[in-house]
C-alpha cells in the first residue's frame, strides 16, 4: 500500500492526447506510522473506504480525512500566470479541483506543525481573479473559489475555477505528498456547482476524445508505477478487447455487477443486484469490499504465504464479461508477509444493493478507461 506519485516527466501521444507517468513513495498511513502517530489517529477517526462515497440528494461533497491514507495517484498541474506548480491527487471519487493558498493556516484544534504543502500565490499571478464564492469540505478545509488558467503538460485550459484552502485540519495532509486534489467525478458532486477540469478541458478542445485512462503497474517502482492518459487509450498498454459498462448514475464511476463467484462457484450475492464502484484515485487500496451492510470490517487477515497458490480464483462479471483475479493479485505479499487485499465495508448503494468498490488491486490487474462521452468505464487485460 504506497503512495503513487505522477513523474514530472510526460509524453505527449498525439495532439490533445498525453501520457503521465507514475511514481511511487511512501504513503500517509506509512508514514503516520513511522512518527508514531497512527493508532491515535485511528481510534478517532474510524477508516472505511466507502465512507467516501455518499448518496445524499443533494450531492454535498462528503470527504472523510480518512480517505487517503493509502496508495493514491499524484501529478503535476499549473495553475495562474506565471505557472505555479502543484502536485495533485487525481480523483475519480470528487469532482472539484482545489489547493493550499498564502491564506492558508492549520486549524486551532491541530496547530502542531504549520502547513507543509506548496501554496498559491494570488499576488504573484497576473490572471488572479475572485469570484466571492466559498464552503467548506467535510474534512474540514475551508475553499474559496478563483477562475484562473490550467496547465497539465500540453494541456492549457483558461479561466478554470478552481479552490484555494484557507485552513485545513493538520492531521493527516501533514503526512501527505500531495498539495491539493483534481476532481475527475462527473459534475453533478461538484461543491457550489463549479464547472470541472474535465468540463474545462472538453469545452475548449484539449482532448482529442472525451477519454481518460489509467495503467497501473502491477509491480511499481519509483521510478515507474503506471500511467494515466487524458485524451485516449493506448493500446500497447493492454490486450484483447475492451469490455464496456454503463455507468449507473452520473454522480460516481459506478457499474453494475453481476456477480461475483469463487472458484467455480456464484456465490449468488448479486442475485438482487450489486453496485461497484471504480476508485482510480487508488484509494482505498483493495479491489473490493466484502457483503455490503452484513457484520462488521474484519481485522486483518495473515496468510501462509505458501498456501497462496492453492487459494481459489475469484470472478468479477460486469455486463456479462468475467473479470477473474487470481491469488498473486488479491494477496498482497509485503517482504515474506502475506494479508488479503479485500476489506470489508457496510455502507450499501443509493438503491440498497451491496457495493463494491474496486481498488488497485483489481485495476492493476485491468486497464480501465473512463469515457465521459459515452458514460461507459471500459476493462481490458493490462
Request: proline share 7%.
Amino acid at each position: 500500500m504506497k503512495w503513487l506519485i505522477l513523474a514530472l516527466l510526460c509524453l505527449q501521444l498525439s495532439e490533445g492526447m498525453v501520457r503521465i507517468k507514475l511514481r511511487k513513495a511512501k504513503s500517509i498511513r506509512e508514514k503516520m506510522k513511522e512518527a508514531g502517530v497512527l493508532d491515535d489517529y485511528l481510534k478517532k477517526y474510524k477508516h472505511d473506504p466507502a465512507k467516501k462515497y455518499r448518496f445524499s440528494e443533494d450531492y454535498v461533497v462528503d470527504e472523510p480525512i480518512t480517505n487517503h491514507l493509502d496508495s493514491s495517484y499524484f501529478g503535476e498541474i499549473s495553475i495562474g500566470t506565471p505557472p505555479q506548480n502543484f502536485l495533485v491527487l487525481f480523483d475519480t471519487g470528487s469532482s472539484n479541483l482545489w489547493v493550499p493558498s498564502t491564506y492558508c493556516r492549520a486549524l486551532p484544534s491541530s496547530p502542531s506543525r504549520a502547513v507543509n504543502h506548496a501554496k498559491f500565490q494570488p499576488n504573484e499571478s497576473s490572471t488572479f481573479t475572485y469570484n466571492g464564492q466559498s464552503f467548506t469540505l467535510s474534512y474540514g478545509r475551508k475553499l474559496t473559489w478563483r477562475p484562473l488558467p490550467l496547465q497539465i503538460q500540453s494541456i492549457t485550459v483558461t479561466n478554470q475555477e478552481f479552490g484555494l484552502s484557507e485552513n485545513e485540519p493538520t492531521q493527516p495532509f501533514y503526512y501527505a505528498d500531495f498539495d491539493g486534489i483534481l476532481g475527475m467525478g462527473y459534475p453533478s458532486l461538484a461543491a457550489g456547482g463549479t464547472p470541472t477540469a474535465l468540463q474545462g478541458m472538453l469545452q475548449q478542445n484539449q482532448l482529442t476524445q472525451p477519454i481518460f485512462s489509467f495503467y497501473f503497474s502491477r509491480q511499481p517502482t519509483y521510478s515507474y508505477g503506471g500511467e494515466l492518459i487524458l485524451g485516449g487509450v493506448d493500446t500497447q498498454l493492454f490486450q484483447g478487447d475492451i469490455v464496456w459498462a454503463p455507468v449507473t448514475q452520473e454522480l460516481y464511476w459506478q457499474v453494475m455487477l453481476d456477480e461475483f463467484a469463487i472458484g467455480q462457484s456464484a456465490t449468488g450475492w448479486c442475485s438482487q443486484g450489486c453496485q461497484a464502484i471504480v476508485p482510480a484515485d487508488g484509494a482505498p487500496a483493495v479491489p473490493g469490499q466484502l457483503r455490503s451492510g452484513r457484520g462488521r470490517p474484519a481485522d486483518q487477515l495473515w496468510l501462509n504465504c505458501n498456501e497462496v497458490q492453492n487459494m481459489p480464483t475469484i470472478t468479477f462479471v460486469i455486463n456479462g464479461a468475467q473479470l477473474p483475479l487470481y491469488p498473486s493479485a488479491y494477496v498482497l505479499n509485503n517482504n515474506g508477509y502475506c494479508t488479503l487485499g479485500i476489506e470489508a465495508t457496510y455502507l450499501p448503494s443509493q438503491n440498497g444493493q451491496p457495493l463494491w468498490i474496486l481498488g488497485d488491486v483489481f485495476l492493476k490487474e485491468y486497464y480501465t478507461v473512463f469515457d465521459t462521452g459515452n458514460n461507459r468505464i471500459g476493462f481490458a487485460t493490462s
